[in-house]
């Protein structure tokens, strides 16, 4: 295996990066993506594919060491065989490392340590002026290491970052506990998050009075385990079951096979269609390749317009303050109609490790809300329509989202809220050619 000095001078000397990059604009070259929003492919491609190590597992130091394009099923299988998992471990498993802190990675450990970005102690990123530099909370690139989550490839790419991990245990207990009034939800929320013997918070919203809230605890003896990545399904479990047990690793990815729940759309929850693609094909994997084949040949367009809909796709994550999470599920619950509705707590962040261009609510819990569908209309809307609406709300109630999926900001209230000055003075220290292209461009007008 070729290491990763070797792989970095291999950079340096035969891609010739910093004229490459002084060339004009660039991108990554990835094989998968979890980015839910299409743009232009005009631009060259640096393909760091091969920066996709697990480098080193410390388990006296409690820290993970890998390369940018670490998949989070190598990351946590490297560290599971030692009896550690990364702090946080986003829900599919072809996420990559460096993905998940460039853009927000979240999942029901987020409670206790945040997000992905917050869990990483040291970057090597390779920036937008063809330089490879060592970043840490402290040192002299201590600008770009809090700038660099939430960037999405516009200030460089990450080839290696170091993680915190945590020890874990063989098993899983999973206790759902129902509820069918919304505020008392949210007080088990905000209660079970202060729980020492809490490990794993999240929960789901199947309708205005029918809440599921899951508490995980690792345990090191089962009374037998569930299997969710075949004939059964995890979200359906939750109302049927009071407790439950699941291998540490099975637990990771108890979302992944049926994608949380949208492997309904595309028939991949019915029996035999279940049992045509095989355990190997249930996977977020599969199902990504099928979304984007169709966003290529606009099949669903076609069988949309041919009914006299008009379909728009409501794919997001944000982050809502705790004290107003009521409001925006019952804002989500009347005006956009998408069920089911992940919810996953997020910590206050660390005052002195906030990242710059993700502000999160200050000194409180935060309330993930994820929610992924189509809304469909009889009257042709303008453009964006219902994610118009849902980051009009987002904002108001004082929360952040997530850029992975479409948006629609304006660029005044784009910059408002993602620290315009912060961002300029990073892409003209470590991209003052514009290489890597500007995060509102990307994000918001797909360039």
Known sequence: ??????????????????????????????????????????????????FNQVLRVDATEDTVEAEGMTTFADLADATLGLGAMPLVVPQLKSITLGGAVAGVGIEATSFRHGLVHDTITAMDILTGDGVIVSCTANNEHRDLFHGFPNSYGTLGYALKLTARTMPVK???????????????????????????????LDGVVFGPRDMVLSCGTFIDDAPYVSDYTYERIYYQSLRDKRVDYLTARDYLWRWDTDWFWCSKNVGAQHPFVRRLLGRKRL?????????????????????????????????????????????????????????????CPICAPDPANEATLYPLPSATLSVNFGFWDTVASRERRERGFVNRKIERRVTALGGVKSLYS???????????????????????????????GDLYSKCVSRA
């Open 1 to 50: 295996m070729t290491t990763y000095a070797e792989k970095t001078a291999r950079l340096r000397r035969d891609l010739d990066v910093a004229q490459r990059l002084g060339a004009g604009r660039v991108g990554l070259a990835k094989s998968t993506s979890n980015l839910f929003r299409e743009r232009q492919r005009r631009r060259p491609r640096i393909d760091l594919g091969h």
């Open 170 to 200: 063989r098993y899983v207990r999973v206790m759902h506990t129902r509820h069918d009034d919304v505020d008392i939800f949210f007080a088990d929320v905000a209660r079970r998050s202060k729980d020492e013997a809490v490990d794993f």
């Open 283 to 343: 996977n977020s994997i599969t199902y990504q390749k099928i979304m984007r084949w169709n966003a290529r040949w606009g099949v669903m367009g076609r069988v949309n317009r041919l009914r006299g809909v008009h379909a728009e796709a409501v794919i997001q994550d944000v982050d809502i303050p705790l004290a107003r999470a009521h409001e925006f599920l019952d804002f989500l619950l009347t005006e956009v109609q998408v069920l089911p509705i992940w919810i």
């Open 406 to 436: 479409d948006s629609y900001f304006g660029e005044d209230e784009f910059w408002s809220i993602y620290n315009r000055p912060a961002y300029q003075a990073l892409k003209a220290r470590y991209d003052p050619r514009g290489a890597l």
